[in-house]
T-cell receptor, first 114, second 115 residues
Framework: GPKVLQIPSHQIIDMGQMVTLNCDPV?????FYWYKQILGQQMEFLVN????????KSKLFKDQFSVERPDGSYFTLKIQPTALEDSAVYFC????????????FGPGTRLLVL | GDSVTQTEGPVTVSESESLIINCTYS????????LFWYVRYPGEGLQLLLK?????QKGSSRGFEATYNKETTSFHLQKASVQESDSAVYYC????????????FGKGTKLSVKS
């Protein structure tokens, strides 16, 4: 089936530094998403993105978070500055515009903030 | 807000036995959510197992079935005879549908099938 790729698979970073998580979505998909999963908890919606804009974000999407997809390349989640509570697995997903809640997920990036 | 509750794992079942993983939901943002089961096999990403968008209907895939029950707000996952290759983590989810869709997930149920 369609594949979503995420780079890197793991990232360790010092608190206060910036990190960028990269997502390569399914090629003909137009909606993009980030979800966050803290160890032992459920995956939670962070944000969705369409046509260069954030369409909806949750309360977990702090001011330190930003997303973009410059020139149709990677869809990125940037955290600046990072905090200890940002340690989690971040999953990217993408979907067609006419079938948005059938989402295809990447394998996740495991972020550890020290 | 919306929420999903599912069987706490881990669940261990012997090969060829039947399986049921319970899922109940609470949808406050939408009257008729879309319901999903996703699965994560070891070493792989989350993938859609089945989806049902109409109350009363049943979805099926790879021998698994789930029926959308609006009265009991449930979407239990069942399989008559599991195989070792079904060992994975299963996630129940509800979708808000429409524009700006987002998924609300349960915590996941880890299934181990013994040969």
């Amino acid at each position: 089936g369609p594949k979503v790729l995420q780079i890197p698979s793991h990232q360790i970073i010092d608190m206060g530094q910036m990190v960028t998580l990269n997502c390569d979505p399914v090629s003909n998909h137009l909606y993009f998403y980030w979800y966050k999963q803290i160890l032992g908890q459920q995956m939670e919606f962070l944000v969705n993105f369409y046509n260069g804009k954030v369409m909806e974000k949750s309360k977990l999407f702090k001011d330190q978070f930003s997303v973009e997809r410059p020139d149709g390349s990677y869809f990125t989640l940037k955290i600046q500055p990072t905090a200890l509570e940002d340690s989690a697995v971040y999953f990217c997903a993408s979907s067609l515009a006419n079938n948005q809640d059938t989402q295809y997920f990447g394998p996740g990036t495991r972020l550890l903030v020290l | 807000g919306d929420s999903v509750t599912q069987t706490e794992g881990p669940v261990t079942v012997s090969e060829s036995e039947s399986l049921i993983i319970n899922c109940t939901y609470s949808a406050t943002s939408i009257a008729y959510p879309n319901l999903f089961w996703y699965v994560r096999y070891p070493g792989e990403g989350l993938q859609l197992l089945l989806k049902v968008i109409t109350a009363g209907q049943k979805g099926s895939s790879r021998g698994f079935e789930a029926t959308y029950n609006k009265e009991t707000t449930s979407f239990h996952l069942q399989k008559a005879s599991v195989q070792e290759s079904d060992s994975a983590v299963y996630y129940c989810a509800l979708g808000s549908g429409g524009s700006n869709a987002k998924l609300t997930f349960g915590k996941g149920t880890k299934l181990s099938v013994k040969s």
